[in-house]
């Protein structure tokens, strides 16, 4: 069982800066990528950075510039630093991971419960 515990988020003033951590814990045979999304409310759920095995970073364009993900693998933890927010950047973002338990089984998404990050003056 795989289990990824985020925390970091809060109420922040625009321009002001967060970061998110995610710890993943449990049996954990191969990890293609690591990652946060964000969904805000209306809005489909949506990719904003993310980390493949070769160690490639991924970013959405709205946080380009903003936003940077890291790996630390030794404590398998992915941050999200935020600087610059905005408004829009108001969401309950989630930490994602892509891997699979054992090469017997396929792999598949697991998820964080969230975290709430409000931007707001």
């Known amino acids: 069982q795989v289990q990824l515990v985020e925390s970091g988020g809060g109420l922040v003033q625009p321009g002001g800066s967060l970061r998110l951590s995610c710890v993943a814990s449990?049996?954990?045979?191969?990890?293609?990528?690591v990652g946060w999304y964000r969904q805000a409310p209306g809005k489909q759920r949506e990719m904003v950075a993310r980390?493949?095995?070769?160690?490639?970073?991924h970013y959405a364009d709205s946080v380009k510039g903003r936003f940077t993900i890291s790996r630390d693998i030794a404590k398998n933890t992915v941050l999200l630093q935020m600087d610059n927010l905005k408004p829009e950047d108001t969401a309950v973002y989630y930490c994602?991971?892509?891997?699979?338990?054992?090469?017997?089984?396929?792999?598949?998404?697991?998820w964080g419960q969230g975290t709430q990050v409000t931007v707001s003056s």
């Open positions: 980390i493949t095995s070769d160690l490639s970073t």
């Open positions: 994602n991971l892509l891997g699979r338990i054992s090469s017997l089984y396929p792999m598949r998404d697991y």
């Open positions: 449990g049996t954990i045979f191969e990890i293609a990528a």
